[in-house]
């Protein structure tokens, strides 16, 4: 089944402990981005990859990091979280022909 | 920088009533915008969409305009069934090729009324 994973679905870590939040997909999309969703704010885009070590800064990439060492993958790493990072993270992904994207089914975030 | 604007942010109409979603856009070179459903604690999927080469489309019960001159795009849900109830989101692709994003806008949270 053609899919974006991500893992863990829902993490409550404290201030300061470094985390990552891993994203995959099947279907061998050339682009792939993350989006953090707070309430009023709709989603944002924290950072992208265009391809394989091609990543740039979206929005609101303070805090964040991003690696792209194979297709498939495109983890999300807080080195040092803090509380107004508490948030609904969604990986997406798209082949560069197409606008069409595909969701992940999100990681809740909580950072105390 | 880019940004899409949407409006209303909450919406309540009775079931069987039209709901209208309406959302302006900053990037004239923008040409593609999806419209996206989110229903409570799952993703968003993807519902319509309209490039800038077409004024409307269809798709049964909804459908979307365009507006390139005004640079302003609708979302229309005719006869509204309470599985119509979820956050809908509208978005517009801004830049070129794969460098190419997706702005999303705020979010819209419709409730329908048994």
């Known amino acids: 089944e053609a899919q974006v994973t991500q893992n863990p679905r829902y993490l409550i870590t404290v201030t300061?402990?470094?985390?990552?939040?891993?994203?995959?997909?099947?279907?061998?999309?050339?682009y792939m981005s993350w989006y953090r969703q707070d309430p009023g704010l709709g989603l944002r885009q924290i950072y992208y990859s265009m391809n394989v070590e091609v990543t740039d800064k979206g929005d609101v990439p303070e805090g964040y990091k991003v690696s792209r060492k194979e297709?498939?993958?495109f983890p999300l790493i807080l080195e040092s979280p803090s509380p107004n990072q508490t948030s609904l993270y969604?990986?997406?992904?798209?082949?560069?022909?197409?606008?069409?994207?595909?969701?992940?089914?999100?990681?809740r975030l909580t950072v105390l | 920088g880019e940004n899409v604007e949407q409006h209303p942010s909450t919406?309540?109409?009775?079931?069987?009533?039209?709901?209208?979603?309406?959302?302006?856009?900053s990037d004239s070179a923008s040409n593609y915008f999806p419209w996206y459903k989110q229903e409570l604690g799952k993703r968003p999927q993807l519902i319509i969409d309209i490039r800038?080469?077409?004024?409307?489309?269809?798709?049964q019960r909804i459908a979307v305009t365009?507006?390139?001159?005004?640079?302003?795009f609708s979302l229309h849900i005719t006869e509204t069934?309470?599985?119509?109830?979820?956050?809908?989101?509208?978005?517009a692709l801004t830049g070129y090729s794969s460098a190419s994003k997706i702005i999303f806008g705020s979010g819209t949270r419709l409730s329908i009324r048994p």
């Not at chain 2, 919406?11 to 856009?25: F, H, P, W």
């Not at chain 2, 800038?52 to 798709?59: A, F, P």
Request: hydrophobic content about 25%.
């Open chain 1, 16 to 30: 300061g402990k470094k985390l990552t939040v891993t994203c995959s997909q099947n279907m061998n999309h050339e």
């Open chain 1, 71 to 73: 297709k498939r993958n």
């Open chain 2, 52 to 59: 800038s080469n077409v004024g409307e489309k269809k798709d």
């Open chain 1, 90 to 107: 969604f990986c997406a992904s798209r082949p560069v022909s197409t606008d069409t994207q595909y969701f992940g089914p999100g990681t």
């Open chain 2, 81 to 91: 069934q309470p599985e119509d109830s979820a956050v809908y989101f509208c978005a």
């Open chain 2, 66 to 72: 365009l507006n390139k001159t005004a640079k302003h």
């Open chain 2, 11 to 25: 919406l309540s109409v009775q079931e069987g009533d039209s709901a209208v979603i309406k959302c302006t856009y």
